[in-house]
């Protein structure tokens, strides 16, 4: 019988894991001679830490943009000057750096009271903001901060994203804010306030419901003639909203809300379950301001809203439930005496800031705050 001999081959498989990590060794060798892995962990390791501080200054200058930004809203003094509000974007600016605390503002510009802003010009940087804004606005540019007052941003890796200029690297960003009249805000009551002088002009009073059967009375706001219910106000079916008014919504100028005479009707039996923790907090509710309307039906009306008003509510006579604080002389001395089917607000009209859309056309005292790039 012939037999076949197969010549077993040697591996080289060890040897050339040897050879191979051989290799390996001498091109890292070469690499960090070159200084190539150098860099790469530069770019990983301060690339990630500079990325991270941009967004400490970041949220600085966006924190400190809406903060002047409101109070310039509001006419408050802390926009009343260039120092004052200066002061308030420092304050913001810091309590944005959860690090060490501490953010530099470098510019703060705007318009009127603030200082006049510089052009962006055609080519703005990255750390720059890239939206050249008109009318009532603040600008604001941070910089990162030690405690020396240098920058902060200190790379591991200097030579790398220094950019030739020296071991601290300084990280900035930029934040615009615009204000204006608010083109929606969020509503959870469906009270309706009309758009007349004397119901929306500041300050404590009491408002009474309108009579669904004498509705119109003409008025002039803002060289704006009206045609609403000019007696009092109303209640509304808020679009979207459930029927325990324990939902906040959205509502825009121009939705059209349909009145209703009996509040149990958009408000169930319960309202004083969400009035009174209001009152008990003392903070402002915003409510619809309503202007042209629709009569549907006997009593029945569709509301076109204008823009909206703030309102400190401290008590209400709701027909025959009541909460709060009466006004003075009891509710006796008002529309809402004990025996009359009337319902009553009594608080204090004032002017509210809310975070959206600027575009409102009528301005009755609630105002938008504007992010943008």
Not at 13 to 32: F, I, K, N, Q, T
Not at 187 to 207: N, S, T, Y
Not at 226 to 245: I, Q, R
Not at 308 to 315: A, W
Request: proline content about 5%; glycine content about 12%; aromatic content about 6%.
């Amino acid at each position: 019988m012939r037999r076949i001999v197969v010549a077993r081959q040697r591996s080289g498989r060890s040897g050339a894991m040897r050879d191979d990590r051989g290799a390996v060794a001498l091109l890292v060798a070469l690499l960090l001679g070159a200084g190539v892995l150098t860099g790469l962990l530069g770019l990983v390791v301060d690339g990630g830490r500079m990325f991270a501080e941009r967004r400490v200054v970041q949220n600085g200058a966006d924190a400190a943009a809406l903060a002047v930004a409101q109070n310039c809203a509001l006419e408050r003094p802390e926009c009343s000057t260039q120092t004052n509000a200066r002061t308030v974007a420092g304050t913001f600016a810091n309590l944005n750096a959860s690090d060490d605390g501490r953010t530099a503002v470098d510019e703060l510009c705007g318009s009127a009271p603030l200082a006049a802003c510089p052009s962006l010009g055609t080519a703005p940087k990255w750390n720059d903001c890239q939206t050249a804004v008109t009318g009532n606005y603040a600008r604001v540019r941070t910089r990162s901060e030690d405690s020396s007052g240098s920058g902060y941003f200190l790379p591991i890796f200097a030579g790398v994203l220094s950019g030739g200029s020296g071991s601290q690297l300084s990280v900035g960003a930029c934040s615009q804010v615009k204000w204006g009249g608010a083109s929606s805000a969020p509503i959870q009551f469906p009270f309706l306030l009309p758009a007349c002088a004397p119901l929306l002009a500041e300050g404590l009073k009491v408002i009474e419901d309108f009579d669904p059967n004498d509705p119109s009375t003409s008025c002039t706001v803002n060289g704006i003639t009206y045609d609403p219910v000019t007696k009092g106000f109303a209640f509304g079916t808020l679009p979207g909203a459930n029927t325990d008014c324990v939902t906040t919504v959205t509502v825009d100028v121009g939705d059209v809300i349909d009145v209703e005479t009996s509040l149990t009707q958009v408000c169930g039996t319960k309202i004083d379950t969400v009035l009174d923790p209001i009152i008990d907090a003392g903070n402002p509710i915003i409510l619809p301001v309503v202007g042209a309307h629709t009569r549907t039906g006997q009593g029945q009306y569709d509301f076109t809203v204008l823009s909206f008003k703030s309102f400190t509510l401290i008590g209400y006579k709701l027909k025959n439930i009541s909460g709060g604080t009466a006004p003075t002389g009891g509710w006796r001395s008002t529309a809402c005496g004990a025996s009359a089917k009337r319902s009553c607000l009594y608080g204090s009209v004032g002017t509210d800031v809310v975070i959206g859309d600027v575009g409102g056309p009528d301005d009755f005292g609630v105002r938008a705050v504007q992010l943008l790039p």
